[in-house]
Nanobody
């Protein structure tokens, strides 16, 4: 079984920052991409940022310049540093990992961590 466990969410004032962490555990052969998505109330889940196993990153336009994604492959952990937070960043943030066994890959998701930005 593979588990993704997020931490670091919470309540923060606009302009503040948070650092989200997500650690993957279980039967893992190889973690390819990892990333973060978010879902605000009444909206669809959307990409925040992703990072490959060699460090290539991709960001949603809404967070470019304010968020930095990084990963520690030795710890199977991905981080999202969020700065200059805005009320519209309020959402449940979900960690994602694409894990392969050498033949095929499977998407795994965490349970989500809530981020609330007050104005």
């Amino acid at each position: 079984q593979v588990q993704l466990v997020e931490s670091g969410g919470g309540l923060v004032q606009a302009g503040g920052g948070l650092r989200l962490s997500c650690t993957t555990s279980g039967s893992i052969f190889s973690i390819n991409a990892m990333g973060w998505y978010r879902q605000a109330p009444g909206k669809q889940r959307e990409l925040v940022a992703t990072i490959t196993n060699v460090g290539s990153t991709n960001y949603a336009d809404a967070v470019k310049g304010r968020c930095t994604i990084s990963r520690d492959n030795a710890k199977n952990t991905v981080y999202l540093q969020m700065n200059s937070l805005k009320p519209e960043d309020t959402a449940d943030y979900y960690c994602y990992a694409y894990i392969t066994d050498g033949f095929s890959g499977v998407d795994y998701w965490g349970q989500g961590t809530q981020v609330t930005v007050s104005s």
